[in-house]
């Protein structure tokens, strides 16, 4: 890791460790969030990689397959398809999440209809396109979402009720510094 982005993870409190930088890029780098994304056979750059879509937003109601706000694709490790996983890029277009998450911020999701407590996932509330909140798990079933921004509460679903559901788990966060 170059010496500029051991500076860049230190300054941010992020685990030099976690840092994936690609060199012919300039200072992209990408951030593994989740324990969903432990196959790292990918960092040395030379295994397969396959392309993802890219989307822009995912309406309440759309199978994220026949989605057509595709924006662009990006690549994954090919290993990550294991046993069938599938895997989508969003990008983060608010700040409910800053300053975690910054507007422009690219997401790789795991397609899944749960997560672990306290996860960050894309979830479809009220109806409305997918979002993406912390994830908390209440004694009674219930979801809280959270937003990392202190400006807007967290609010409580139930899963199935009140048209909440869990689209998927985001396992790797990719930001452009300059």
């Not at 780098?29 to 790292?40: M, Q, V």
Request: charge should be negative; charged fraction near 30%.
């Amino acid at each position: 890791m170059a010496a500029h982005q051991r500076r860049i993870s230190r300054l941010l409190g992020w685990d030099a460790n976690q840092i994936i930088a690609d060199e012919g890029r300039g200072a992209d780098i990408a951030i593994d969030i989740s324990a969903e994304s432990d196959d790292d056979s990918w960092k040395d750059g030379v295994a397969e990689t396959v392309k993802i879509k890219l989307l822009g937003s995912l309406p309440a109601g759309i199978p994220f397959d026949a989605v057509t706000d595709v924006i662009g694709d990006e690549e994954i490790p090919a290993a990550w398809l294991a046993d069938d996983r599938e895997f989508i890029a969003f990008k983060v277009k608010d700040v409910r999440m800053y300053p975690r998450y910054l507007a422009g911020d690219l997401l790789i999701v795991r397609i899944t209809p749960n997560c672990r407590n306290g996860s960050d996932a894309l979830v479809y509330a009220d109806g409305t396109e997918a979002v993406l909140r912390q994830v908390q798990q209440n004694d009674d079933g219930s979801l809280t979402l959270k937003s990392y921004n202190p400006e807007y509460p967290p609010k409580t679903y139930r899963l199935g009720e009140d048209g909440v559901a869990i689209l998927g788990v985001v396992v790797q966060m990719r930001r452009t510094l300059f």
